[in-house]
């Protein structure tokens, strides 16, 4: 009578989707220099042991090694950003259930030349006939990948120690060989004159799609077999790892990278820990990371981001697109809607002549109104005068414009305002609008001022235009 093998696919998502296990081919070639010099890692062999040729690419694939009852897997794909352990607990999910059942299970964690390795041990049962899995994972900086190997064979104890030692000693001897460019991210103060008009410039526009990213998924299917030999079944099992690729995440960043681009910015695509984003060079000539998965995508498109960690950097979407795997043509376009002109650093100068008259009727109409309050800081201070007085003073046709401070400014924290003079070109009258009595009481709407101080800054032409980049100080939409 002729004995069928048997075989169960259980597959354990992340996200709830299914697709086709992959499945690894055995090779004859055991000589890993070859194998793995179109590869970008490299590892040590096991004396005895073949090598399978690999499936996939660097960005993600599979490759095995088998000896005459063992083999030992390994998987590589773009690193989702994920707690490793999460991600050994999937796979620990796979083999319980549906059949299979886990004996018992183990988690550990080590280091091996600067790396964390998480591990799972499992022990699980299939039909009566059970198996013995040791998992390794672990991720690298170096390009932005994750690794899962694993090792399962005889049930001989000898042989299971040998080849968790075997297995051990390969995971130690793995070296990424990663070359692509790099660079260490590090954070400015977002509260500079560069860091406000860079985060007024990202709030000028809004995506069209205003939702937080997706988060980022693994998928993970593990192929459990029972195959007849001399008279009694085998135990295997097989699994794969695929993470899918971040097709918005890398059109929302092209878009990004476009504008910053447009407007004068030295802007490249980076990656980490699975995350792709934009890094901009600073005054200083180092580079900041902003972030494209803000919290409110429908006011910006773009956040200065804390971190100073090692990134990935690729000069545009089409090398960030072929290092993930993304081959399809990724559109930018309506990705993000304008809705406002960004602000600007001025140094702005003086009348050098100015009309007397001219300034006395400035003076006389910024007397004859007042605010009625008193000044008291984050109530009504400095940044709502400056608002209702910019907003009298177009009513009465004066061309004015709000001007802010920042870190390190003179007047910082302040807000005033600068009336255009009409008869120089590019010349204005600052006037400050927080004037107060000795009771803290506002007098006045506004009262010129010739200090030097008052002319530079941040410009925003209008309440409107300020108030959609920061609208914790705003008060027109």
């Known amino acids: ?117 998480e591990t799972l041990h499992l022990i699980y049962e299939f039909n009566g006939y059970r198996n013995e899995k040791r998992f390794a994972i672990w991720n690298s900086s170096k390009s932005d990948r994750l690794f899962l190997a694993s090792v399962s ?97 890398a059109a929302r960043a092209g878009a990004v990278q476009e504008i910053l681009q447009q407007a004068g910015y030295d802007a490249r695509l980076v990656q980490m820990g699975g995350e792709v984003a934009v890094s901009v060079r600073d005054p200083s000539g180092g580079w900041q990371k902003v972030s494209i998965n803000p919290t409110s995508p429908e006011r910006m498109i773009g956040v200065q981001a804390n971190s100073t960690v090692n990134a990935l950097m690729y000069s545009n979407l089409a090398q960030l697109s072929e290092a993930n795997g993304i081959f399809d043509e990724i559109d930018t376009q309506n990705i993000v809607l304008k809705d406002s002109e960004p602000s600007r650093f001025v140094e702005l100068k003086a009348p050098a002549e100015p009309d007397q008259s001219w300034l006395d009727d400035l003076a006389d109409m910024l007397d004859s109104y007042d605010y009625g309050k008193y000044y008291e800081e984050n109530v009504f201070d400095c940044s709502n005068t400056a608002q209702m007085a910019w907003n009298l003073l177009q009513q009465k046709g004066y061309d004015a414009r709000l001007m802010m401070s920042y870190a390190g400014h003179p007047l910082d924290p302040h807000m005033w305002v600068v009336v255009k003079y009409p008869s120089e070109a590019d010349r204005y009258v600052a006037v400050e609008t927080a004037n107060t009595d000795q009771s803290k009481k506002l007098v006045h709407l506004g009262k010129i001022v010739n200090d030097s101080d008052y002319f530079q800054g941040i410009m925003y032409n209008s309440s409107a235009q300020f108030s959609r980049m920061h609208p914790e100080e705003g008060m027109w939409d």
């Not at 890692?41 to 499936?55: E, K, L, M, Q, Y």
Request: charged share 20%.
């Open 1 to 117: 009578m002729r004995i069928s093998g048997i075989i169960l696919f259980l597959i354990c998502l992340l996200a709830a989707f299914s697709f086709a296990s992959i499945m690894f081919t055995a090779s004859a070639k055991s000589d890993s220099s070859d194998l793995s010099s179109g590869l970008d890692f490299d590892f040590r062999v096991p004396d005895g042991w073949t090598v399978s040729a690999p499936t996939g690419g660097p960005v993600a694939g599979n490759l095995s090694l088998t000896d005459s009852c063992a083999r030992m897997s390994l998987n590589w794909s773009r690193d989702p950003g994920m707690n490793l352990r999460v991600i050994l607990n999937q796979i620990k999910g796979a083999y319980d259930g549906d059949g299979v059942r886990i004996i018992s299970s183990e988690l550990g964690e080590r280091s091996s030349e600067g790396r964390k390795i």
């Open 153 to 249: 064979g005889c049930n001989k104890i000898d042989n299971k120690n040998n080849n968790i030692a075997l297995f051990d000693n390969f995971v130690d001897s793995f070296t990424d060989l990663g070359d692509g460019e790099t660079v260490e991210l590090h954070y400015g103060t977002p509260g500079g004159a560069w860091g406000i008009v860079l985060g007024d410039l990202l709030s000028s526009y809004h995506y069209t799609d205003a939702r937080t990213l997706p988060g980022r998924t693994v998928r993970v299917s593990v192929l459990h077999s029972l195959t007849p030999q001399n008279g009694i079944f085998l135990l295997d099992s097989q699994e794969a790892i695929l993470v899918e690729p971040q097709v918005t995440a």
